[in-house]
């Protein structure tokens, strides 16, 4: 009978591999992680990293969202307040053109204007976290300033038209901003230019009712023109909505994959390393028989 020159040195080998596939088992079951080392399954440990990465960018777009959202809410909001102001002013215009007020009345349209114009300023130069909202890309310039050393006054910008987007994990362009030039010093509908001349206008208590005319059609364009670009960022208010559902929904469905591939099947790892132990038992009985005697001598 031919008797196998390495088989003590076999035993040897199976029993170091169950001790080593034990060690693998007892981690599992303590840490309740399928995958402890690269070497436990190389396939698996790469598909986690892949699925971990894409969860961070996902948390890094859902962070971005959440700041960027705030900031195009308060625009939203300060919108909605030069909306009525210009709603006043036009309001105010119309009373004046009607040739009915005497001239304090009309110096004091001209001195309502007036504040409407430092209102309208004030909301133009909104900041939000440090950032002037409406500053195009010099978020930290005061975008809009009027000197009042001439008559009309003049407001002017000191921000760029720089605009502003945030791409989704899906690939969608969301547009942040809408530069300050664009809603109040739109060359065909100036907020600022028409609101100064109709303190012009008004301010000697004498009415020229065709400029007045003029200048109070030209505040009815530049209202619809801004409210046109509140429009804009209400559109990108929805998009950010939408787009932040549809990543937080992306990532409760990676964490199951990246549970599902992680986690220990802990039920079948204990009938595994039950199964790894009477196999080391039986390996090292086997093997302490062999060492008590001639190999011989086991196989008469």
Same mark, same amino acid.
């Given at each position: 009978?031919? =008797? ?7 035993? =040897?080998?199976?029993?170091?591999? +169950? ?5 693998? *088992?007892?981690?599992?079951? /303590? ?10 399954? %190389? ?24 700041? =960027? ?9 300060? *919108?909605? /307040? ?7 002013? !036009?309001? &105010? ?15 004091? =349209?001209? /001195?309502? $204007? ?18 002037? $909202? ?12 009027? @000197?009042? @050393?001439?008559? %009309? ?12 987007? &945030?791409?989704? %994990? ?8 809408? %530069? ?23 301010? +000697? ?17 530049? &209202? ?17 909505? @939408? ?10 469905? *990676? ?13 079948? !790892? ?16 086997? $093997? ?5 005697? /001639? ?6």
């Amino acid at each position: 009978m031919r =008797v196998d020159p390495f088989y003590v040195t076999n035993l =040897v080998s199976a029993l170091d591999q +169950t001790q080593s596939a034990q060690q693998q *088992l007892t981690a599992q079951l /303590s840490s309740g992680v399928r995958i402890n080392a690269l070497s436990d399954d %190389p396939v698996s440990a790469g598909r986690n990293v892949l699925l971990l990465d894409q969860m961070q960018q996902d948390d890094s777009f859902t962070q971005s969202s959440s700041m =960027v959202t705030g900031q195009l809410q308060v625009a939203d909001s300060a *919108l909605g /307040s030069v909306v009525s102001q210009l709603t006043k002013a !036009i309001s &105010l215009a119309i009373s004046a053109n009607n040739g009915t007020m005497n001239a304090n009345d009309v110096k004091s =349209v001209s /001195s309502q $204007i007036s504040g409407i114009v430092s209102e309208v300023q004030s909301l133009a130069n909104t900041n939000y976290q440090g950032q002037f $909202i409406f500053a195009g890309g010099q978020t930290s310039t005061t975008p809009f300033s009027t @000197s009042t @050393s001439t008559s %009309p006054a003049v407001t002017t910008y000191q921000g760029d038209g720089n605009v502003n987007y &945030l791409h989704t %994990p899906n690939g969608q362009k969301i547009q942040l901003n809408v %530069p300050g030039n664009l809603i109040f010093a739109a060359a065909t509908s100036s907020v600022f230019a028409t609101l100064n001349s109709l303190i012009a206008d008004y301010s +000697t208590g004498t009415v020229d009712a065709t400029q007045a005319a003029a200048d109070t059609t030209a505040l009815t364009a530049a &209202l619809n023109y801004v409210s046109q670009q509140r429009v804009t960022i209400d559109n990108s208010i929805t998009q950010l909505g @939408s787009a932040s559902e549809a990543v937080s929904n992306g990532k409760m469905q *990676l964490t199951t994959a990246q549970t599902d591939l992680m986690q220990a099947d802990i039920a079948q !790892i204990a009938t595994q390393l039950a199964l790894s132990k009477t196999q080391e038992t039986a390996l090292e009985s086997v $093997i302490v028989q062999l060492g008590s005697g /001639s190999l011989f001598d086991k196989l008469r």
